[in-house]
């Protein structure tokens, strides 16, 4: 992509398996695919960030997540196991890839975990809940 009046670079990436050099990033953002990620994976990722940010850049992520309170927690679990399968049938042919949102939401329960890895490897974080804790997300930057 192009855009003319910012100096502005995106890049794509494997981020676990990347070609970045270190400290050249003044952002990092993803959304909705940590879920993914095994635990192994998470730590990798959050290496990765602090390797390729530059000092004072900045990240953000945001996942959906499991919300603590139970009778949400039944609600939207069941909104991501049916319902969401079902749109995705209706609507895009195959419901296969969104019945997986609930197996990984209920595995990932949220990014609480990745925020503490994220400390860990020096970052300063900030971990945000959103929509009474059906998303989830961590921001903040390199020291």
Same mark, same amino acid.
């Not at 595995?107 to 300063?124: D, H, M, P, R, V």
């Given at each position: 992509m192009e855009y003319p009046h910012w100096n502005i670079q995106l890049l794509e990436e494997d981020v676990l398996n990347n070609s970045i050099i270190s400290s050249h990033a003044d952002f990092v953002v993803s959304a909705f695919g940590l879920k993914t990620f095994s635990t192994a994976q998470l730590e990798k990722l959050a290496f990765e960030i602090n390797r390729i940010l530059k000092p004072n850049g900045q990240f953000a992520f945001i996942?959906?997540?499991?919300p603590k309170w139970l009778l949400l927690?039944?609600?939207?679990?069941?909104?991501?196991?049916?319902?969401?399968?079902?749109?995705?049938?209706?609507?895009? +042919?195959?419901?296969?890839? !969104? &019945?997986?949102?609930?197996?990984? $939401?209920?595995?990932?329960?949220?990014?609480? %975990?990745?925020?503490?890895?994220?400390?860990?490897? +020096?970052?300063?974080?900030? !971990? &945000?809940?959103?929509?009474?804790? $059906?998303?989830?997300?961590?921001?903040?930057? %390199?020291?």
């Open positions: 996942e959906i997540s499991e927690r039944l609600l939207f679990m069941f909104y991501l196991n049916w319902i969401i399968p079902i749109i995705g049938k209706l609507f895009m +042919g195959n419901s296969m890839d !969104y &019945k997986m949102l609930g197996v990984y $939401c209920s595995k990932f329960k949220n990014c609480e %975990k990745f925020s503490t890895q994220l400390k860990a490897n +020096g970052l300063e974080v900030r !971990y &945000k809940k959103y929509f009474f804790g $059906c998303a989830t997300g961590v921001m903040g930057y %390199k020291k």
